[in-house]
């Protein structure tokens, strides 16, 4: 049910009974679960992973999705707690506070416990009365999942992750706003003109959320685009549209990342050097598995030091992380065959704007004659000029008490001269290539003309 909890007066939490529910996210979609004859409760209708919380509720989330998934605590990786739902249900005369939690999950192949008797792995807006397939579903499982869905403002403080997995998050940001308009509205009230224009402002919220990703914008102007399209050849609602645009474009940036990775995966073998965590980088070189892969640990998130741990758990290579100042060093020593990173923009130039410290890498992978392949989906090429890049937190380099400034450039440009390839989904790009997919994607931006 989609409702908005319905606090009371004189609700005592001390009585209520509370619950965890996890969501477990991958491609965009969440694991929905039917709940057996075995519960005490709901049995027959759809919830995440959930159980009551018998004690802390971070530690009692991880037991439940082990026990009604089978999954263990390396496959599923915590995105965040959200605010408590409270509220109670009259059938049962119960009050309830659910706990809900989303994480990333690194498979869809779970193992059901005796609690359920069905799983299903859709989208969000499935949840929602009048979108979805008829699915009865838990009390106010929207209202849980909203209070950890992606937002504007999670796509702007997320530093863990690379922009291809942020442009996705973007695209469901509008996917589930298009998905509340649709449920909220009845044939009677629906207002085309209204709902185009919520989702544009919205849109234009995102298209500037993280100005440096190129991929961001690109696939939210896609979606616009072909909601557009669809809506003047289709002649229905804006957030019809949209909703079908956003998941349609999910899949396809899916799948190009995906097609990225793999077309990059038959270039790594031998001695392979990297830095930073881009999801596209890190499927090829699990898919590749080169004899052995050196990892810059890229301060000050030192987000290359998971990099490294989770090769060294999913290939048989032999992983060594190192500083980043020894990043020239490493690539004058050792028999290293090719440096590969990602980007979170390609410039119309060939140019390419990544991690603080790709540039430097780059360039000494060109000094020690090391060909250096950039891997990344066309999505990522900028239609603009110039790129804004962005700066982290100064107190990640320097929180003492003396007078003193402080950079911390979260991104670099690394000159087009100092990449040998650009590997895509399309296959491997010439420099000419790259303003001819500037061009076809400057056409996505005709959305926002008046």
């Avoid at 979609?29 to 709940?35: F, G, P, S, Y």
């Avoid at 109670?88 to 498979?107: I, K, M, Q, S």
């Avoid at 060939?350 to 000494?364: C, E, Y």
Wanted: net charge negative.
């Amino acid at each position: 049910m989609r409702d908005s909890p319905t606090a009371h007066d004189g609700h005592d939490e001390a009585s209520a009974s509370h619950v965890v529910t996890a969501f477990l996210r991958t491609r965009g979609e969440v694991l929905l679960l039917r709940r057996s004859d075995a519960v005490g409760t709901y049995s027959g209708q759809w919830g995440g992973v959930s159980g009551f919380a018998e004690g802390r509720p971070d530690e009692q989330v991880r037991a439940e999705i082990r026990e009604e998934t089978g999954l263990e605590a390396a496959a599923v990786s915590l995105v965040r707690a959200g605010r408590s739902v409270e509220f109670t249900d009259p059938a049962l005369g119960r009050e309830w506070v659910v706990h809900p939690y989303l994480f990333d999950c690194e498979t869809r192949e779970i193992e059901l416990s005796e609690e359920h008797d069905a799983a299903e792995w859709v989208a969000p807006t499935e949840l929602l009365e009048s979108v979805g397939d008829d699915r009865e579903t838990v009390p106010e499982l929207w209202t849980a999942y909203d209070r950890v869905a992606p937002t504007v403002r999670s796509i702007a403080a997320d530093d863990d992750h690379g922009a291809a997995s942020l442009s996705v998050r973007a695209l469901e940001v509008l996917r589930d706003r298009a998905g509340v308009i649709v449920a909220d509205r009845s044939d009677s009230d629906a207002d085309p003109a209204a709902e185009w224009d919520e989702l544009a402002a919205l849109a234009d919220r995102l298209l500037e959320v993280r100005p440096s990703m190129a991929v961001l914008r690109n696939r939210v102007n896609r979606t616009m685009a072909d909601a557009d399209d669809r809506d003047r050849a289709a002649g229905r609602a804006g957030a019809s549209a949209v909703l079908e645009s956003a998941l349609s474009n999910i899949d396809r940036a899916l799948s190009a990342d995906a097609d990225a990775a793999a077309t990059a995966s038959d270039r790594l073998d031998g001695t392979v050097a990297t830095l930073s965590r881009s999801g596209t980088v890190l499927e090829a070189l699990e898919t590749a598995e080169p004899s052995r892969v050196f990892v810059a640990e890229s301060r000050p998130a030192c987000e290359g030091v998971a990099v490294a741990e989770r090769l060294a758990e999913t290939t048989a290579g032999t992983v060594t992380v190192h500083t980043d100042a020894a990043a020239a060093h490493v690539l004058a020593c050792n028999a290293i065959s090719r440096v590969v990173v990602g980007a979170d923009t390609v410039r119309p130039d060939g140019s390419v704007v990544n991690k603080a410290g790709t540039r430097a890498l780059a360039i000494a992978a060109d000094h020690e004659g090391i060909p250096v392949s950039v891997v990344a989906a066309t999505d990522k090429v900028s239609t603009r000029e110039d790129v804004n890049l962005e700066d982290g937190a100064r107190s990640a380099v320097y929180d003492g008490d003396a007078q003193l400034d402080a950079l911390n450039p979260t991104f670099d440009v690394t000159p087009a001269d100092c990449i040998d390839e650009i590997v895509t989904e399309r296959g491997v790009l010439e420099s000419d290539d790259i303003a001819v997919i500037a061009e076809e994607l400057r056409g996505l931006e005709t959305w926002r003309a008046p």
